[in-house]
């Protein structure tokens, strides 16, 4: 047990426990005996339990959580771990040998939740970084390094950090993650598509996916162990703290709440996405307030970077209404701005607002999914469209929240995107098909890391694309990822490219980089 935070621990032990009695409820194939379980420190692996690493996210000023998954056989059922709950002791230390421990406890990785580990540790100092590993009978984890965020009300000097999304490991190395853990940053934002539903092969470029297309909850772990075997994955999460968000792919492709991109009973589809998000909450580094209950799980969240940088996560697929225009790229006609058309439903929308206007940060940045510059990507001039997947399927809403960004004069808004699986430098205006209309926003787009495989640094569409669309101030077609960094006067992103994602050692480089000064909402080359 906690041997510093004794009582705090505790109590959390015992809410523990009620949610694996809710979980076992549900499955009674497993009983859950934590009594026989405390004590079982004689427990001894034939082979390492630690083949999924560790992880860190979510930091506070005091906080952080600490992840890690037993899977001694991690493409097996139940990652080759018993169908009895395992405890894992924990340590976290000021210094890199682990030798000044600042604190420890221990925590039990039941079969409920994928012999899965999420230690919350708190009481910790703000803004700086701690090292943390785990045990588990006769076998150690690595080392994992992490970092809390500064204090609320102070202005730190800069923030460094990754913008990465869209993983397929079928088309492509994480080659790109290899610069990523070079590049010194206080974290990483992952903005979706971390795993790929796919069956094995359909996209197969440079490896396979294991196993038929993910349904079970058995099927969504194994594909996220195979993802987390990849060493460069590994190693970026063992470096920093990250913050993630889904996108479609951790689900089913274009997915819209309960509603299937196919014709697939909301029910069914409603029980598959609870095995979704069962198995991403296991995967990830995320605090227990986010875990899952049923098929719903809250997931937008905020994080602060002191006075600095106010994120807000944000989830734009799991109370959407569905695509209009049957998810064709359309015009932007009556069904697109419908005010009915929601990518936020109520409730988010609501906590964005409130947020935006309660926060007194320098930056306040929408991490988000779909791209909200209102790009039209048509070669034919009189004939404009759309993708309804994206922001102007849901225009009326998009409209509505720039108006309200420019109305409540929200400091620097910056909006942060993934799942296009290409590079964008936006300016966001309330009706960016008025160029005459003053720039409220700037959105950064970030290219895939590998799905697609190689792309080109000029796509085929380029020069049309930029014409008809004077808000887009940059696009290119290449694999990587964006890497911010962030002073109290200006924001600089670099557009990190690799040069080959097919073959391994691919070299990363930056392709291009944009500077916003603060107060002004235009995004120059640097
Ligand atoms: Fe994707
Ligand atoms: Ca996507």
Redesign the pocket.
Known sequence: MAMRHNAKSTSRLEWSRRQFLAFSAAMPTFVLSAQHAFGDEGISFPTNPFTLGVASGDPEQHSVVLWTRLAPSPLELHGGMPARPVPVSWEIAADESMRAVVSAGSQLATPQLGHSVHVEVDQLEPDRWYWYRFRCGDAVSPIGRTRTMPRPQSLPERVRFGVT??Q?YEQGLFSAYEQMARDELDLVFHL??YI?EHEAGRDGQVRTHHGKEIVSLTDYRIRYAQYRLDPLLQQIHAQCPWVVTW???EFDNNYAGAVSEEDVDPVEFLVRRANAYQAYYEMMPLRLRNMPRDSDMRLYRTSSFGQLAEFLVLDTRQYRSDQPNGDHASPLNDAALSPQQTMLGTKQKGWVCRNLIRSTATWNVLAQQVMMGMVNRSEDPGNPSYSMDQWPGYVHERMRLIEFIRDRQISNPVVLT????SNWVNELRVDDRRHDEPTIATEFVAT?LS?GGNGPQRPANLDATLSANPCVKFHNGERGYIRCDVTPQKWRADYMVVDDVLKPGGQTFTRASFVVESGTARANLA
Do not use: A, P, V
């Open positions: 999304s869209c397929n979706g598509d790929y996108d479609d792919h993934g799942d296009i699986h895939s799905s």
